[in-house]
């Protein structure tokens, strides 16, 4: 299994009873590989199974594949204890159409009243269960089509997500709301009944790196007075769109900044009373979700009252 294990079990009839060593139980998953001991060498030997041990049970596999299938976006729509699954991947030897060795077509179930998900081609030529597509472009956008069969309350789960480049965004144009699938992974929506749902979208955007747009102003400050300063809101940008970035500071050495000053992140403003002079090279660095970053530095130069004055003129 996945542990590097063998899983035991022996006992005799009734069958459910046995020790089990790491877990091993008396039902076996389908298509789990099994030995089986032998009461008596030679060849010809037969094993069966009888009727009351041919059971029907949940187990699943003991073994399971290590294997991380890349650029795989897999959803589900859940009602209540009923689920239905669709996936999209990106693979370089696929198309936008149906491809016979990646693809697979939306069959819908016999139960109408049960919720269905699939993706669509822009133009509803192709629906798939399993939508597989070319190297993504720095942006693509892709229908997701529902049937609902009866009014309720739905819910829409992202299971796995295995892109590593792209910001994935889930839309939905009904209610005018946008969800980032890094760090969300549920959307609840109102449905009455109705098929092909035009209203949900899986939008990719490449991953471009944070910009720094001007270089950050050195400054001199007094001695033994308040100081305060926030840092402009152009100083950098990210051309992802939504995209969020976290500003972290740090002396170019990469020591902390010192104990008198400090830098509160969510208004992006440093502030302290300095008790010395001395000098400070200061990075700042703006980071995006998926660690792409940039940085710049200035310098913070504490001076006495009168020299400050000289170099500044007026101090606010």
Same mark, same amino acid.
Request: net charge negative.
């Given at each position: 299994?996945? #542990? /590097?294990?063998?899983?035991?079990?022996?006992?005799?009839?009734?069958?459910?009873?046995?020790?089990?060593?790491?877990?091993?139980?008396?039902?076996?998953?389908?298509?789990?590989?099994?030995?089986?001991?032998?009461?008596?060498?030679?060849?010809?030997?037969?094993?069966?199974?009888?009727?009351?041990?041919?059971?029907?049970?949940?187990?699943?596999?003991? =073994?399971?594949?290590? /294997?991380?299938?890349?650029?795989?976006?897999?959803?589900?729509?859940?009602? *209540?204890?009923?689920?239905?699954?669709?996936?999209?991947?990106?693979?370089?030897?696929?198309?936008?159409?149906?491809?016979?060795?990646?693809?697979?077509?939306?069959?819908?179930?016999?139960?109408?009243?049960?919720?269905?998900?699939?993706?669509?081609?822009?133009?509803?030529?192709?629906?798939? @269960?399993?939508?597989?597509?070319?190297?993504?472009?720095?942006?693509?956008?892709?229908?997701?089509?529902?049937?609902?069969?009866?009014?309720?309350?739905?819910?829409?789960?992202?299971? *796995?997500?295995?892109?590593?480049?792209?910001?994935?965004?889930?839309?939905?144009?009904?209610? %005018?709301?946008?969800?980032?699938?890094?760090?969300?992974?549920?959307?609840?929506?109102?449905?009455?009944? *109705? #098929?092909?749902?035009?209203?949900?979208?899986? =939008?990719?955007?490449?991953?471009?790196?944070?910009?720094?747009?001007?270089?950050?102003?050195?400054?001199?400050?007094?001695?033994?007075?308040?100081?305060?300063?926030?840092?402009?809101?152009?100083?950098?940008? %990210?051309?992802?769109?939504? /995209?969020?970035?976290?500003?972290?500071?740090?002396?170019?050495?990469?020591? /902390?900044?010192?104990?008198?000053?400090?830098?509160?992140?969510?208004?992006?403003?440093? @502030?302290?009373?300095?008790?010395?002079?001395?000098?400070?090279?200061?990075?700042?660095?703006?980071?995006?979700?998926?660690?792409?970053?940039?940085?710049?530095?200035?310098?913070?130069?504490?001076?006495?009252?009168?020299?400050?004055?000289?170099? *500044?003129?007026?101090?606010?």
């Amino acid at each position: 299994d996945t #542990s /590097d294990q063998f899983l035991c079990y022996g006992g005799v009839p009734p069958y459910n009873t046995g020790i089990t060593i790491n877990g091993g139980t008396q039902y076996i998953p389908a298509g789990q590989g099994v030995f089986v001991k032998a009461l008596s060498s030679g060849h010809g030997n037969t094993i069966s199974i009888p009727p009351a041990a041919r059971v029907h049970n949940a187990q699943a596999l003991y =073994k399971s594949s290590k /294997d991380v299938i890349p650029d795989l976006l897999r959803f589900q729509i859940e009602k *209540e204890d009923y689920i239905d699954e669709t996936a999209i991947r990106s693979n370089s030897n696929a198309t936008d159409e149906h491809d016979y060795g990646y693809d697979a077509y939306k069959m819908f179930s016999l139960n109408h009243l049960r919720p269905q998900i699939y993706t669509k081609t822009n133009d509803e030529s192709y629906i798939f @269960a399993v939508n597989t597509f070319g190297p993504i472009p720095d942006q693509k956008t892709i229908p997701v089509g529902c049937k609902i069969g009866e009014t309720g309350n739905y819910t829409i789960r992202f299971t *796995e997500n295995t892109f590593t480049d792209q910001h994935i965004w889930f839309e939905d144009v009904v209610s %005018d709301e946008m969800i980032n699938l890094s760090s969300e992974s549920t959307y609840s929506f109102n449905q009455t009944a *109705e #098929s092909n749902l035009d209203r949900f979208y899986i =939008k990719f955007e490449l991953n471009q790196a944070p910009i720094l747009n001007s270089s950050l102003a050195d400054h001199d400050i007094p001695v033994n007075e308040f100081w305060s300063y926030v840092l402009p809101d152009n100083v950098f940008s %990210d051309p992802n769109t939504y /995209d969020d970035l976290s500003i972290t500071v740090k002396l170019s050495d990469g020591n /902390d900044l010192p104990a008198w000053l400090s830098f509160d992140e969510e208004l992006i403003r440093f @502030a302290g009373t300095p008790t010395e002079l001395d000098d400070y090279l200061i990075t700042v660095t703006a980071t995006d979700v998926f660690g792409e970053f940039v940085s710049d530095e200035f310098l913070l130069s504490v001076k006495s009252s009168s020299s400050v004055e000289q170099i *500044e003129g007026n101090i606010y």
